[in-house]
């Protein structure tokens, strides 16, 4: 006797997995699915004005400071602190996680607090408009002086005045003094590069970018801008690019091997643009400027950027990433370090992997749906304060009457 049995595999049926799609079975054969392209373009409609809707980027506010928030720096190698100086002198080390200080000096300096780095993972350094440098044990709250970007691997750090200054942290006298040889400006921002840490930049109040090779105790190379820089950052992932923030509304990128001209032209502000940071992947980077707007922008496109901004928010002096790059901190004049998604609609908290292929499969929809007219026009409008949006109007009118007179 002969029996036919239909024979079905579980794993085709059934999800492996607790929280797993169930597998489905479908006939890819075209001629089977005529709309398919217009129910694609239905759900790539539906996915951009989703993440518009779900677009909250604001996470918190650390609270503290009382007057502007001058700058920001990141605890190497750690995601839980953020140390902040600020007008009124205040020196704040902030724990991310649970928002609440760890080390705060309400008169750390007379005046401005003007740089901020970390030496270790428990001591700070820092200058002011007092002429002193100090650094800080976050433990002990105990102060020697000698400060304001580290070396990265040995016991030096340089700071910024009418020269770049090379120090040792055991000594209170710098031990290099380097400039330019006909330079004359004051240095108003100095970085040492990621990857070869000998190598040293610096922008100054004359319009210049000047590298230092601490080696030889020289400046290489100079050159002059159009309008002053006022912060400047190493990309993390590509040791010769850096990036400028500039007077004239704009952000640069120089490959220093090629210094004739910018490597790509970031535009957008409608006011100075008065710090910048990398992302740790080397993939984005943020600007704060005096229009009192947060901008997130993807390498090599120089325009469209994310727009972040606050009713309560003025002018931002200072704007970093976050070590893990899910996050930015920005400090502006009304004494607040705020807190911002990266990503504006990203969720936070636990993602379920169901929702993680949803997630991943509406940005593949909108990736490859960003040509369409009603898709592009979602995704790519932001909207931006009244005041910063005339402004924009007003500066595309010059700049069209500029490009006709020329």
Not at 46 to 53: L, S
Not at 92 to 101: G, M, N, S, T
Not at 282 to 303: A, N, P, Y
Not at 319 to 345: P, Q
Request: aromatic share 8%; glycine share 6%.
């Amino acid at each position: 006797m002969k029996i036919s049995v239909l024979q079905h595999a579980p794993a085709d049926h059934v999800p492996l997995q607790r929280g797993d799609p169930t597998p489905t079975s479908r006939n890819l054969d075209p001629l089977m699915h005529p709309f398919a392209r217009a129910r694609e373009r239905t759900r790539a409609l539906n996915a951009a004005k989703m993440d518009r809707i779900f677009a909250k980027p604001f996470v918190g506010a650390l609270e503290g400071h009382v007057d502007a928030v001058e700058c920001l720096v990141k605890q190497p190698n750690s995601l839980r602190q953020v140390a902040s100086g600020s007008w009124d002198g205040g020196l704040i080390v902030h724990d991310l996680p649970e928002r609440r200080q760890v080390f705060h000096v309400p008169q750390a300096h007379k005046g401005k607090v003007s740089g901020i780095t970390y030496s270790n993972k428990t001591r700070v350094l820092s200058c002011g408009v007092d002429k002193n440098i100090k650094l800080w044990d976050i433990d002990s709250s105990s102060t020697i002086l000698p400060s304001i970007d580290h070396h990265r691997y040995e016991p030096q750090f340089a700071t910024a005045s009418n020269v770049v200054q090379l120090w040792d942290e055991s000594k209170n006298s710098p031990i290099t003094n380097l400039t330019f040889p006909t330079a004359s400006e004051t240095v108003t921002s100095v970085r040492f590069n990621l990857s070869e840490a000998s190598v040293l930049a610096s922008v100054g109040s004359d319009r210049t970018f000047t590298l230092y090779d601490i080696r030889t105790g020289k400046a290489e190379r100079r050159v002059i801008m159009q309008m002053r820089s006022n912060a400047l950052s190493w990309c993390p992932t590509f040791p010769t690019v850096v990036l400028l923030a500039s007077e004239d509304h704009n952000l640069y990128t120089f490959d220093i091997r090629h210094l004739s001209t910018p490597s790509q032209i970031y535009k957008g502000h409608v006011a100075a643009v008065m710090s910048c940071d990398w992302s740790p992947t080397g993939l984005e980077f943020v600007s704060g400027g005096w229009d009192r707007t947060v901008r997130i922008w993807k390498e090599g496109q120089g325009h469209g950027p994310e727009v972040y901004h606050t009713k309560r928010m003025q002018r931002v002096s200072a704007s970093l990433f976050s070590a893990d790059s899910r996050f930015v901190l920005t400090g502006s004049d009304d004494g607040n370090v705020r807190i911002w998604k990266a990503s504006a609609s990203e969720k936070l908290g636990v993602v379920t992997a169901r929702e993680r292929a949803a997630i991943e499969y509406r940005t593949a929809l909108r990736e490859k749906w960003k040509m369409d007219r009603e898709v592009g026009k979602i995704s790519r409008t932001r909207h931006v304060p009244k005041p910063v949006y005339q402004a924009s109007k007003l500066k595309r009118t010059m700049l069209d009457a500029r490009r006709v007179k020329d």
